[in-house]
């Protein structure tokens, strides 16, 4: 089973930007779909980004598109999630998720990461 970290969270204020890291262990990360998720107080688990394990295929939510840029260095066994322009409104803990499966990454049931706090003052 694939052991995964999520780093990168922070205190900035909106328009700015954080990029967040997902690092795997235990197991590469390279044959692996990851996704980001995101859950804000009170609310429910939002699906934020995906990326296949080649690379070559991405997801986004229409709430993170154009401003949110998900990629994946293999041979650092991590993936990031760069976000740019960030809102008030993207303030949520951050968790990564991943499988073989890209459907079971969409769909959340991969294994999970214990999240990094984001939050984004107006």
């Known amino acids: 089973q694939v052991q995964l970290v999520e780093s990168g969270g922070g205190l900035v204020q909106a328009g700015g930007s954080l990029r967040l890291s997902c690092a795997a262990s235990?197991?590469?990360?390279?044959?692996?779909?990851v996704g980001w998720f995101r859950q804000a107080p009170g609310k429910e688990r939002e699906f934020v980004a995906a990326?296949?394990?080649?690379?070559?295929?991405?997801y986004y939510a229409d709430s993170v598109e154009g401003r949110f840029t998900i990629s994946r260095d293999n041979a650092k066994n991590t993936v990031y999630l760069q976000m740019n322009s960030l809102e008030a409104e993207d303030t949520a803990v951050y968790y990564c998720?991943?499988?073989?499966?890209?459907?079971?990454?969409?769909?959340?049931?991969?294994?999970w990461g214990r999240g990094t706090q984001v939050t984004v003052s107006s």
């Open positions: 990326i296949s394990w080649g690379g070559s295929d991405f």
């Open positions: 235990g197991r590469t990360l390279s044959s692996y779909c």
């Open positions: 998720n991943a499988d073989p499966s890209m459907i079971e990454v969409t769909t959340g049931n991969g294994s």
